[in-house]
């Protein structure tokens, strides 16, 4: 969703992922530029290269790589809540005058507004469907990293 919205909002969107199995999908999306992180020349090439980052990613990862990423004030926003603390090298903030910032979702008002900008843009997330019977296959689907985007259930199935 943040590669549409971005995307639709006149951004150049650069989609960073742990491998290039979405890259596909990502182009769709309106990514223009989607890179593997677990290419280690990732960082190399792209040092220093993005105003802003937005972290989706609910898992423990080096906040600090990230953060070279990032142009003289740029700044990276947390949006994934991983359950591990993140550590970090305070000189990849202050060397560059990064920020480094957290969010969660909006209020009633900025999800309305986020709400009619889809509306308008004809922005809607990617989803599969399952019935209430797929609840545990989809969860250890979740664990297994073999979900594309997001699951629903289907409550008529219930």
């Given at each position: 969703m943040a590669v549409k919205i971005a995307h639709a909002m006149g951004a150049e969107v650069t989609v960073l992922s742990q491998t290039l199995k979405k890259k596909d999908d990502g182009l769709q999306f309106g990514a223009d530029n989607y890179y593997a992180t677990s290419d280690p020349e990732t960082f190399e090439k792209l040092g220093r290269s993005f105003d802003l980052i937005i972290n989706t990613v609910s898992a423990k990862i080096d906040i600090s790589a990230y953060l070279s990423l990032l142009k003289l004030d740029g700044t990276l926003v947390n949006?994934?809540?991983?359950?591990?603390?993140?550590?970090?090298?305070?000189?990849?903030?202050?060397?560059?005058?990064?920020?480094?910032?957290?969010?969660?979702?909006?209020?009633?008002?900025?999800?309305?507004e986020m709400l009619n900008f889809c509306a308008e843009h004809s922005i809607a997330p990617k989803i599969?469907?399952?019935?209430?019977?797929?609840?545990?296959?989809?969860?250890?689907?979740?664990?297994?990293?073999?979900?594309?985007?997001?699951?629903?259930?289907?409550?008529?199935?219930?």
């Open positions: 949006v994934g809540a991983p359950a591990e603390p993140l550590s970090l090298n305070v000189f990849s903030l202050i060397g560059h005058r990064r920020s480094f910032a957290g969010s969660m979702i909006g209020g009633i008002r900025e999800t309305q599969e469907v399952i019935s209430a019977d797929k609840i545990d296959e989809a969860y250890e689907r979740v664990l297994a990293s073999d979900v594309k985007y997001r699951f629903v259930i289907d409550i008529s199935t219930m």
